[in-house]
């Protein structure tokens, strides 16, 4: 059952179609590599799915929901999504803990200036970074850790939502090969808890390690899908990749 | 008579009224990213709002200054609902917000202007009604104490209200980065919405106690604006802390600056210092 679907979404800028008629689904429960060369519109894809981007065709379905034609950003929580950037994003000037704790506040108001359950939200907070090895900086500021530990961090601030979906781009980028082993335990220990991870990569040997279902793109367009061994086998895919 | 305790107490009392504006300023400009010109007009609104509710209305003073304060709250809060927020969702870009803020100030600064004229008013009732104390030879009136009272409750109260509250730490986020404040389920709208309030209250504020120290009129405003927004850029822009700092150092150079001088040159040394920031710290103090 597809958890997360796509109609024939397109996505312009200006003249230059960056996703072209795309309809994929994504499957409950499994992890989803997508993969393609520079430039085919993968991280175009995860802005538009998590209402960073508009898009100007098509429609976007979540949980068996209706069809959205717009999505906004502050309502991707309540469709049960939540992402990771390409190019890290933190609240910089906000300690490790604050990141997190930010993400745990109660939404209304009044109940976030005097809400308790403080030792509760902590205890969330220190399970998550913990996972990540970041809890011995809950202190620093984010600007002040290093890119791998960025990475980590925003990972972690994904995990404290505690969605159902989660769409990460590029995670292993720049990390060292013990960060690598850590963001790798996650993500599988993601779907033993019954969650989709969306993932973009380039290294196809974790793509192969970790995905169920691979989908190829190019030039915003759907090349291939499928179980990872057969797809990345593929002579269009690999042309996509290393040219004809 | 030895005239650097009392300059050195003009200096403290301009650097207090300079942070209420340059601490609120920082407080909106962090979470909007624009240079809010109607800031400058809430302190009018505010001044007026208490010459209407306890000159005319003859209410109580603390009664005008709490409405006065609620009024000038309430106005930033419906610019932003109304002007703003609508202008962010498509995305204008900052020059149509700065521009968008430039006519709504022209127009409230003219509405002022209409309903209670362009006269100079007073909110005290009469000359020499105030108390006067003298700290280390320097003499200072009741409302100066409290616009310093002020400054500091204020700035401390801000820092600990963005440092240590969860909706402060939201406010903190939306500043860094509005965009994915929205993804992770932060209101961003509402957020800036009360800070509006809460920046705009402070401006009127600001504009009630200069008003009780010297006088009223429409345009004042606009002065208040410009200094706050130097003290804001000299102490660091959108930082809270900065923006007392900077003001501080504005209040002390201005008021030093003219020991031997005019005090006509007042207005150009805030900008020379201005100047001076912008070409060799233009990050400010605390570097933001």
Redesign the interface.
Same mark, same amino acid.
């Given at each position: 059952m597809s958890i997360l679907e796509t109609k024939k979404l397109t996505k312009r800028f200006d003249g230059v179609v960056a996703i072209n008629g795309l309809s994929i689904g994504i499957e409950a429960e499994t992890i989803t590599g997508i993969v393609g060369p520079n430039g085919s519109g993968k991280t175009t894809l995860i802005n538009v799915l998590s209402g960073m981007l508009p898009f100007e065709n098509g429609s976007v379905r979540v949980n068996n929901a209706e069809n959205l034609r717009v999505i906004r950003p502050r309502n991707i929580p309540l469709y049960g999504i939540t992402r990771t950037f390409q190019n890290i994003r933190l609240f910089e000037q906000m300690t490790v803990l604050d990141n997190i704790m930010v993400v745990l506040t109660k939404r209304n108001v009044f109940s976030a200036l005097f809400e308790r359950h403080t030792a509760y939200r902590l205890k969330q907070a220190e399970d998550v970074l913990r996972a990540v090895n970041l809890w011995e900086k809950r202190n620093d500021l984010a600007i002040n850790l290093s890119y791998g530990q960025r990475k980590l961090l925003e990972i972690a601030r994904a995990l404290a939502m505690q969605s159902d979906i989660f769409l990460l781009d590029e995670p292993f980028a720049g990390l060292f090969p013990e960060m690598v082993k850590t963001v790798s335990g996650i993500i599988k220990d993601l779907k033993d808890h019954r969650k989709t991870v969306v993932l973009i990569e380039h290294n196809m040997n974790l793509i192969r390690e970790l995905c169920d279902h691979v989908i190829v793109m190019d030039g915003g367009v759907l090349l291939s899908q499928g179980v990872p061994e057969r797809v990345l086998a593929e002579k269009k895919v690999i042309e996509a990749y290393l040219g004809k | 008579m030895d005239i650097i305790p009392q300059i050195i107490a003009n200096s403290i009392i301009a650097g207090s009224v300079y942070t209420l504006i340059a601490v609120s300023f920082n407080l909106i400009y962090g979470a909007t990213k624009f240079f809010n010109i109607t800031h400058g007009v809430m302190t009018a609104i505010g001044a007026y709002a208490v010459f209407f509710f306890g000159k005319q209305m003859g209410l109580s003073v603390w009664v005008a200054v709490l409405i006065g304060v609620l009024i000038a709250g309430m106005i930033g809060w419906l610019l932003d609902r109304f002007i703003y927020r609508p202008l962010r969702e498509k995305k204008a870009s900052q020059l149509a917000l700065l521009v968008a803020s430039l006519g709504a100030f022209t127009v409230l600064q003219a509405l002022i202007a209409i309903i209670f004229t362009s006269r100079f008013q007073t909110l005290t009732h009469g000359v020499g009604v105030q108390k006067t104390f003298e700290i280390a030879g320097g003499i200072i009136t009741q409302t100066q104490v409290l616009i310093v009272i002020a400054a500091l409750v204020v700035t401390a109260g801000l820092m600990f209200f963005l440092k240590c509250?969860?909706?402060g730490?939201?406010v903190?986020?939306v500043? =860094? =980065?509005n965009?994915?404040s929205? !993804? !992770?389920? !932060?209101?961003?709208d509402?957020i800036i919405g !009360?800070i509006f309030f809460i920046g705009s209250a402070i401006a009127g504020l600001a504009g009630i106690l200069v008003g009780f120290d010297t006088a009223i009129e429409p345009t004042m405003g606009l002065v208040l604006l410009l200094k706050g927004v130097i003290a804001a850029i000299v102490g660091g822009i959108g930082s809270i802390y900065g923006g007392a700092i900077g003001a501080l150092l504005l209040g002390f150079v201005e008021n030093f600056g003219i020991i031997k001088i005019a005090s006509e040159w007042k207005d150009a040394i805030a900008f020379g210092l201005l100047i001076l920031f912008l070409i060799f710290r233009p990050r400010g103090i605390v570097r933001t």
């Open positions: - | 509250t969860r909706f730490k939201a903190r986020a500043s =860094d =980065d965009e994915v929205k !993804i !992770i389920g !932060i209101n961003t509402r !009360i």
